[in-house]
């Protein structure tokens, strides 16, 4: 493959001189590639230059339009899994299948959901002594998990978040004004909901994030996990009682219009 079969530290730089070299070889243009795959030439511009994760399905398309065999496919599948710990990998790949998502949390706001500047400043705190290609591909990895999200029937995403992750300062107060401002974004996109339960609410129904996870097919399962590992359990008994504790979440935590106000206000008062 490009520069002799040399990984480049950052995947999507990787996924792209691939498309770049398999371009070369067959003596293609980028608009003959656009045309092959359905994709508009400026998205296949971006996968090229290392500025955007390919989907699935233009993966599969150059499989075809160069006729590799996967190669493209598989090699999507690696670099999707690349920035994740290990354990991380299961919970990923129970995300793209899911068709609900309930996820709570008192620390950070949920990956799928954050900003670049906010993720990084999240790994650079957990990671302090890796280098800037290193923590760019775990910044990749979890930015990519949004495109669940962007999917033609993307799964419901309930986001139930303490007010304490609102009020503690990730990456400075410009970085916190921006994420508080995506939030609010996101709370306009009919797939997504968004809750805030309030520091005045008294103690949580749960002490620890955690999220459920409801497939096309097949039953809810539950993932929580700590610094070092995470876990997932489809124990019915298990699940029942994480589902109860969401619910008394969803119940003590403000309804949607009034959490998108505090969202805002906060916004403003880290943006003065």
Known sequence: MSEQGREPANGLEWFGREIEAALTHKGAT????????????PYVSKVK????????????????FFNTSGYFARTLVRISERGHPDWFIPYINLEKQARQIEHYSNNLITGMLQTPKYAEATFRSTHPRETDDQIRTRVDARLARRE?????SPPLLWVILHEAV?????????????????????????????QVLRSTAGAPPSALPFTLLTPEEGTTVLYSENSWQGHVTD?????EVARTTYERLRAAARDPDESLALIRKIAEEYAR
């Open 166 to 194: 609102l009020r503690t300062e990730v990456g400075g107060r410009a970085v916190m004004a921006a994420q508080l401002e995506r939030l609010a974004s996101e709370a306009g996109n009919p797939h997504i909901e968004l």
């Open 30 to 41: 980028q608009r003959e590639l656009a045309d092959a795959t359905g994709y508009k030439e």
């Open 49 to 64: 230059n290392g500025k955007a994760l390919a989907s699935p399905q233009f993966a599969e398309g150059c499989d075809r």
């Open 148 to 152: 669940v999200m962007e999917r033609e």
């Open 235 to 239: 124990s019915a008994s298990t699940v």
